[in-house]
């Protein structure tokens, strides 16, 4: 069984919320250390499936991203609609765009939505579309594809469509708006979230200095090849979280082990 699949599977009550109690921790730390770096910022969310259907975790619309508590975020079901959480707390607006990517994409256990300026701005001109450039990019070998409708997707309609335009892929780009991003961890999703805006920046830049060269098929069959996903996201998730403890950015009592218990 895949972490993917095992991160979530359990017919244990109490490894159930072992699960979701490391998961709140993981949650809350991704969003910290996402704002950190700058990728996210006054508004983006991250989200994580819980076990046996029982909906997912999400941050409140209010909630600052740079002081988000475990404790402080929501359950919301698969319609995303709350299920529970401390007294006042609302989900925010776009809580439809997860509950309708975890709807149709199994294997999606952690969603990330931000809106990174220079990311977004390849959806602002009639120039090069946002492409794998850089190594670890070719995650999104599989294509970036570009929700046209820039409004916020806060409804099960719109849910439904940006769903629908991200398909099979890994990321989507949401026009003049954000970004999308998706995998099978909550590590995973802050790891890609760093290289999807790193390669996104160094397109940026490759278009201010010439034609720009994006992988090729071969160099992008060689480097997955090399590439060992598991590995290079608890290598990264380590120094991250490293630094952010360092920092006391992160308290040291939270659980950030890359996997879950069910899998330890
Ligand atoms: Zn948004």
Redesign the pocket.
């Known amino acids: 069984m895949s972490i993917a699949e095992s991160a979530v599977k359990t017919n244990d009550p109490a490894q159930a919320h072992d699960i979701e109690l490391h998961l709140r921790d993981q949650v809350a730390a991704c969003t910290l250390m996402l704002n950190d770096l700058k990728i996210m910022g006054y508004?983006?969310h991250v989200s994580a499936r819980l076990p046996e259907g029982r909906g997912f975790l999400i941050q409140s619309v209010d909630q600052s991203r740079a002081s988000l508590r475990p404790e402080l975020l929501l359950i919301c079901d698969m319609d995303g609609y709350l299920v529970s959480g401390p007294a006042g707390l609302r989900p925010p607006s776009?809580v439809f765009?997860h509950a309708e990517i975890f709807r149709v994409r199994p294997d999606v256990n952690s969603i990330a939505?931000?809106?990174h300026d220079r990311t977004a701005s390849f959806t602002l001109a009639d120039g090069p579309q946002l492409v794998p450039v850089k190594n670890h990019a070719v995650r999104w070998a599989n294509g970036i594809p570009v929700h046209p409708n820039p409004n916020?997707?806060n409804s099960p309609e719109r849910g439904r469509a940006l769903a629908e335009t991200l398909g099979q892929a890994h990321a989507a780009l949401?026009r003049a708006?954000?970004q999308v991003i998706v995998a099978e961890t909550v590590p995973g999703v802050l790891i890609d979230a760093v290289h999807f805006v790193e390669n996104a920046e160094a397109m940026y830049d490759a278009c201010m200095l010439g034609r720009v060269l994006p992988l090729t098929e071969e160099e992008i069959a060689s480097f997955s090849k090399d590439i060992k996903r598991e590995k290079h996201i608890n290598k990264l998730w380590t120094y991250y979280v490293g630094v952010a403890l360092a920092q006391g950015l992160l308290p040291a009592e939270w659980n950030l082990k890359t996997r879950l218990s069910i899998v330890a």
Request: proline residues 0%.
């Open positions: 508004s983006g776009e765009l939505h931000f809106h916020h997707v949401i708006h954000g």
